[in-house]
């Protein structure tokens, strides 16, 4: 069989696919669970300075081609989080803090405050006040809050890239000035869901976030553009529900994939992508790192 271990943002991982953040990171025995199904790395819901009750339901709406979720970064702050984090990794494999703040010195006290293997800063959230993405959309806090976090911690950083932007390149630029291991592309989508009878948005908050299959297209291009212009690596996450989407994302010129919306049909889904991209790739008699990018080579 195609081996698809390998170093991936800083980490050795025993496989590229990793669960996503905000999808079953709340309990660290979900997390578990997720690294005995088979998943290479495992990344927690967003964690903050303080607790956070998030926004009034509903909170997720099932459209066409996905679901649009508002939660609002719901948390219980990183103070009463480390527990979690050390009962994820059980399951054997590297645990990333997926954290959020309001600016450097939020960040900086977030990633200090917890032991994890790596953190993913959410500078991308499209439906938190005064976080996510209404931060992370100017290269210059992307670059400050990423080197901020970068001098806290001893373990690799990735940043977590918003797709709502004219020019989601400057912003990987500026994660990798700062220092970061690895960029992951992209986050939701700015969506809504209005019902017809009521006449009002359906969400609690009115906005969210769009993903699953519908949003893929977009983060293939992410990829696509970032890993060509970047020299650090790109994550790749965003409608990966099969071992086709990896490869495709891969072949765009990912490291690794995040999967998080198709765990709606269980843990299985890991274990299903690692089978088939194993079968890929001998069928293929190509590697992993081959396999990487390959569609920027074809003429």
């Keep these: 069989m195609a081996t698809l271990s390998g170093a991936v943002g800083g980490l050795v991982l025993r496989n590229p696919v990793m669960l996503a953040a905000g999808i079953l990171g709340t309990t660290g025995s979900s997390l578990r669970r997720a690294a005995r199904a088979g998943a290479g790395c495992v990344v927690t819901k967003s964690v903050g300075a303080s607790p956070r009750e998030g926004h009034p339901g509903p909170v997720v709406v099932q ?3 996905g679901l649009i979720n508002a939660m609002g970064l719901p948390n219980p702050s990183y103070k009463n989080f480390q527990e979690e984090i050390d009962l994820a990794r059980q399951g054997g494999v590297p ?3 997926s954290i959020f703040g309001d600016g450097p010195e939020e960040f900086a006290e977030v990633a200090s405050g917890l032991d994890a293997d790596c953190f993913e800063l959410n500078l991308s959230c ?5 976080y996510g993405s209404e931060i992370g959309c100017e290269p210059s806090n992307v670059e400050d809050i990423t080197r901020a976090v970068k001098k806290s911690v001893d373990v690799p950083v990735w940043v977590k890239l918003t797709p709502n932007v004219a020019d989601i390149v400057s912003l990987g630029k500026a994660a990798q000035r700062g220092g970061a291991n690895a960029v992951v592309a992209i986050n939701t989508l700015k969506a809504m869901a209005i019902d017809v009878e009521t006449g009002r948005p359906i969400l609690g908050n009115r906005f969210g976030g769009l993903s699953g299959p519908a949003i893929k297209p977009v983060a293939i291009r992410c990829v696509f553009d970032l ?3 970047l020299e650090v690596p790109v ?3 965003g409608g990966i ?3 086709e989407d990896a490869a495709e994302m891969i072949l765009a010129g990912a490291q690794g994939v995040q999967v998080g919306t198709a765990l ?3 843990y299985g889904i890991f274990g299903e992508i690692t089978a088939g991209l194993e079968r890929y790739l001998v069928r293929k008699g190509l590697t992993l790192m081959e396999l990487r990018g390959a569609a920027r080579k074809t003429p």
């Excluded at 499209?126 to 005064?130: D, T, W, Y």
Aim: hydrophobic share 50%.
């Design 235 to 237: 994550i790749g996450v």
């Design 95 to 97: 645990v990333v803090a």
């Design 264 to 266: 709606a049909g269980g």
């Design 63 to 65: 459209v066409e081609g």
């Design 227 to 229: 890993s060509a212009a």
């Design 241 to 243: 529900s099969s071992w």
């Design 126 to 130: 499209p439906h938190a006040e005064r």
